[in-house]
């Protein structure tokens, strides 16, 4: 592609890129769904599952778009507004988030408490006050503690039926 750049990205997230080069189509593949190829034009799709794989194997959000934005076509650039339209640049950060948004942690569940007594709460509370308290559902009287934690809670659990608590 020349200096000025060469890809045009659209609301639908579709992709096009006016490029001969092997090495710039290979790039976009990285992030896209290659739909056509012709000889100086690559089109493609950024689709979710693209997204997360090029985020798999080292490639930040940012970078993606980055990309797009330093190498959009002159007349994307002559408009009003960003290169990369607000929605897809938008959806690429969000699809990120989802790598992140739950975490994996050893963990004990604790369940099943007796009703009334408030041994469900002196629990919880124990637990948040050691910082081993993961995930909670007081509907549900559910708690997931951090494995690390479990022999103090065994302790905290004795100390409620010896009445010391």
């Known amino acids: 592609g020349d200096e000025g750049g060469h890809v045009i990205v659209e609301t ?62 002159p007349q994307c650039r002559k408009t009003p507004g960003p290169a990369v339209p607000p929605t897809v640049s938008d959806q690429i950060r969000l699809w990120a988030r989802e790598r992140t948004r739950v975490r994996e942690a050893a963990a004990v569940l604790y369940c099943d408490f007796p009703t009334g007594g408030g041994m469900y709460d002196t629990v919880a509370a124990a637990a948040a006050e050691r910082g081993v308290l993961l995930w909670e559902d007081r509907e549900g009287a559910r708690l997931a503690i951090a494995a690390e934690g479990h022999e103090h809670m065994r302790e905290v659990f004795r100390r409620i039926r010896a009445g010391e608590m």
């Not at 096009?16 to 690559?42: C, G, H, K, M, Q």
């Open 12 to 73: 639908n997230y579709r992709v096009y890129a006016y490029t001969t080069s092997a090495v710039e189509v290979e790039i976009l593949r990285l992030f896209t769904r290659p739909d056509y190829r012709l000889p100086n034009l690559y089109v493609g799709m950024l689709t979710r599952e693209c997204v997360l794989q090029a985020l798999g194997s080292g490639i930040s959000a940012d970078q993606i778009v980055q990309y797009l934005r330093t190498h959009a076509h």
